[in-house]
């Protein structure tokens, strides 16, 4: 019912800056919140950021005051705008967006996209 295709990681130096977008094609339904989440080595999957169809916002207490969320629902597409990034924030990040279809919900993941913080 839902692709999603991520892009924007990279390497990056830390204090340095990337943008994270994730797409969602649908054919029918809609997509409510969009979010995303990381997965460091050796960790869990983290929550960072998400947001729902109408702009309201959450982000991790770990990544706040440097990392903005936002979409465009014109395009079914989220953003993850990373600044001042730190070697704490190497992971693969991924792409979640809950789809629904009339009272039906469910969750679809990004192929994730890897975003390394190093000097």
């Known amino acids: 019912q839902v692709q999603l295709v991520e892009s924007g990681g990279g390497l990056v130096q830390p204090g340095g800056s990337l943008r994270l977008s994730c797409a969602a094609s649908v054919r029918i339904g809609s997509i409510n919140a969009m979010g995303w989440y990381r997965r460091a080595p050796g960790k869990e999957r983290e929550f960072v950021a998400i947001i729902n169809s109408g702009g309201t916002t959450n982000v991790a207490d770990s990544v706040k005051g440097r990392f903005t969320i936002s979409r465009d629902n014109a395009k079914n597409t989220v953003y993850l705008q990373m600044n001042s990034l730190k070697p704490e924030d190497t992971a693969v990040y991924y792409c979640?967006?809950?789809?629904?279809?009339?009272?039906?919900?469910?969750?679809?993941w990004g192929q994730g996209t890897q975003v390394t913080v190093s000097s």
């Open positions: 979640n967006v809950v789809y629904q279809f009339y009272s039906r919900f469910n969750d679809y």
